[in-house]
């Protein structure tokens, strides 16, 4: 059965996976992506009973947006969690984060429009900025839930301290992050927090793009236009070390005739942690492929040995897979 989780202070509910949507519409993060394979993505996430839809306007500069509401028209909305986020801010002909609240308010409508919508279950402000107050930027969000715009307040990519500024009034319901088996940075600092104020937590990169699959092998090159060429998962000798700690999952994932993928997004959604793990896909087979997990029951036992296989990624203050924009 589709585990069923509540949104922050909200009653906002969701199944505990969800879908990114970065590589439908993307075409600025990932080669060659088509729209219908997009469009497919996105519907066969919703045939498959995930319920939550991840968003961004810098996902395709609102291409992803358009996609995204282009193939929910053949659904009952009510029944579909859009998460959507903005804060990339193009009018000076350069990319600018700006948390001001009347650009936010000013996206939020825009974002609106794309997704063909009245009103978005989730909207995020994406990235903080250098200057704006954040609970004045949390502030804007606010107004536009009580004009029934929105009706989840979260941020995303904020510092433990930023998000404790945000939720200043309260209002914060969810904080989206770079969080995997591989990235555990926030473990000690943020992930208390946020359960001791009812605050959800949604992990993005969940499978570490792609790497926690564990489809890949000591041979691999991606190409520069890749996003994956970037990201230091991927090289030695951090890579081997990714590699053995996968193959201690591999047995666990086969007494459950899982597929390792399965069983790590099982280990997220068994997290007391974490409300909704996100992966993204780009074929519409691993979506299929990933909501499968929703069925993937590990065993305290289970979710203990996978934990200490990763351990050694507790320890490391590895960063983010990819550099935050300035």
Known sequence: MAQSVTIGHTDVTSTALGLGTNAVGGYNLFPNLKDEVGLEIVKTGLRSGITLLDTAYVYGLGHSEGLVGQAIKDFDRSKII???????DFSSGEQV???D???LTAQVEASLKRLGTDYLDIYYIHFPDKDTPKA??????QRLREQGKIRAIGVSNFSVDQ???????GYLDV???EFSLLHQDHGADLLPYLKDHQIS?????P???GLLTGKYDQNIHFPEDDIRSQIADFQEPRYSHILAAIDKVRPIADTHEATVAQTILAWYMANPYISVVIPGAKKAAQVTANAKAMTVTLSPSDYDVIDAAFAEFKATTSGKSLADPD
């Open 82 to 88: 859009l998460a959507t986020k903005g804060a990339h």
């Open 97 to 99: 984060i700006n948390n």
């Open 101 to 103: 609240p009347k650009f």
């Open 136 to 141: 004045e930027a949390v502030g804007a969000l």
């Open 163 to 169: 998000v404790k500024a945000a939720n200043a009034d």
């Open 175 to 177: 904080v989206e992050d």
């Open 201 to 205: 937590f949604v992990p993005y990169f």
């Open 207 to 209: 499978l570490a793009s």
